[in-house]
Structures are given as C-alpha cells and as structure tokens.
C-alpha cells in the first residue's frame, strides 16, 4: 500500500539561524530548505509577479518528489475581487506553470471584506477551470462563503482549514487536496505549536483518505515555522 501523499512546509523557504544547523550548508536557500522539507507555499506571488523563467529555475532546483502551492496575486483577490480578472488570471497561470509537475496547487486567499456572491463566483472559478487542472484550495474569510461548498464541489475547488479560524467552517479541511494553514495562535504570525498539538496533527493527516495533504506553517514572523514544520515531518516518519 501506498503511503499518502503528505507535503508539509513553510509560508516562504527562510531558514533561521536557530534551525540552520540541520541543513545543508550549500546550494542556495531553496535547494537546503528543500532537502529537508516536502512542501512551499510561495506567498511572494501574492504580491509581486515573478517572471515564467524564475519559477522554471525553482523547479529545477528541487526534488522530483517536491511541489509548491503558489499564491494568487493579490490584484485578483483583493482588488478586482475576483470579477473582471480574465487577464490577470490568464498571466498568474502562465507564470506558474513554469513550475512544470512541481506545480502541486493554487491558494486562493480572499479578503474578509469579501462576502459570497454565486455569479461573481461561478464565473470566476469557471475561467480558472477553463485555464487549468491544477488543484486549488480555497481560504475565505467571511463567513458567507460557508454556504459555497455546492459551488466549490462542482469546479474541484478544496477549502483549508486554518488557525486562527476565521469562519465556522475553516476548522477542518473540504475537498482535495485536504490542507492545512497554521498561522499561530494565540498570537498570529508569531506563536509556535506545542508538542500535543503537533502530535494531534500528525494522526489527522495521515488518516486523511485524500490523493494529497498539505500543512503549511504561516507563523513566521518569529520563525516558529521552520522548528514547527520539522517537528511535524519527525512526528510524521512515526505514523506512516
């Protein structure tokens, strides 16, 4: 039997100095962080374009069985809000596709100003299916978007469970990919996970029945995430 496909990493590839020493001491940033880690979340992408050749250069600098999750660009979110992005979709994905298979999915992150609207919706994931097959997992955050799930369903669209949770439906992961964003708590960016709930989480991605999982740690900003993701990864080598 197969073991699942578990991808766990960091919001971004920093390695701080308090971890440093458990990573190869060459290559470049990427290449170290990928030699321990499974998974990225590039989150750059959500405010600034990168160019089709630099995500063709990450690609090649990681393991085959390596992926990214990329973010969408903010100007599609958060200030077209989704309606009226054709173009800018149809960029975004060009971009990214340079990443070749190491594409492993597209995070789209709204604004908590941004509530539910089926049509803007339908049309909006409706051009995103037209344009790709690449899995895509969605973080709303107004809790009008708890009623979406037919929508979300009918394009293949999972939703992340996150902490902190922001709306009564984000506690647990929906769809495919199942995936996880831990943004720290009880101080956002910044707190790091304790051993209990990081071994609680380690039984609930491998008991996950889904094609792939994700844990993605967000709560960089005091560079708790890296110790976090490593500790999941060894927790994890136990269970599967």
């Not at 085959?64 to 809000?81: A, C, G, N, W």
């Not at 009623?147 to 902190?164: F, T």
């Amino acid at each position: 039997m197969n073991k699942p496909r578990i991808y766990v990493g960091c919001a971004g590839w920093s390695i701080g100095r308090d971890v440093a020493d458990g990573f190869s001491s060459e290559g470049t940033h990427l290449q170290r962080y990928a030699g321990r880690l499974t998974g990225v979340e590039i989150n750059s992408s959500f405010y600034r374009p990168h160019r089709r050749a630099t995500y063709e250069r990450w690609a090649q600098s990681v393991p085959e069985d390596f992926r990214f999750s990329v973010k969408m660009p903010k100007v599609i979110t958060h200030q077209l809000r989704l309606a009226g992005c054709e173009t800018e979709l149809e960029t975004f994905l060009d971009q990214c596709a340079g990443l070749g298979d190491r594409l492993g999915c597209l995070l789209v992150q709204l604004p908590p100003s941004l509530a539910y609207d089926e049509a803007v919706a339908q049309r909006f994931f409706m051009a995103l299916r037209e344009q790709c097959v690449t899995p895509v997992v969605l973080e709303p955050r107004h809790e009008s978007w708890c009623s979406a799930q037919p929508l979300l369903i009918s394009h293949q669209v999972s939703q992340a469970a996150v902490d902190p949770s922001r709306i009564s439906t984000d506690r647990t992961p929906a769809g495919t990919p199942r995936y996880w964003r831990l943004h720290g708590s009880p101080r956002i960016y910044h707190s790091p996970y304790d051993l209990p709930y990081l071994e609680s989480l380690a039984v609930q991605l491998t008991t996950q029945q889904a094609e792939s999982t994700w844990c993605i740690f967000d709560n960089t900003a005091s560079g708790a995430a890296m110790a976090n993701a490593l500790t999941l990864l060894s927790l994890l080598d136990t269970h599967l």
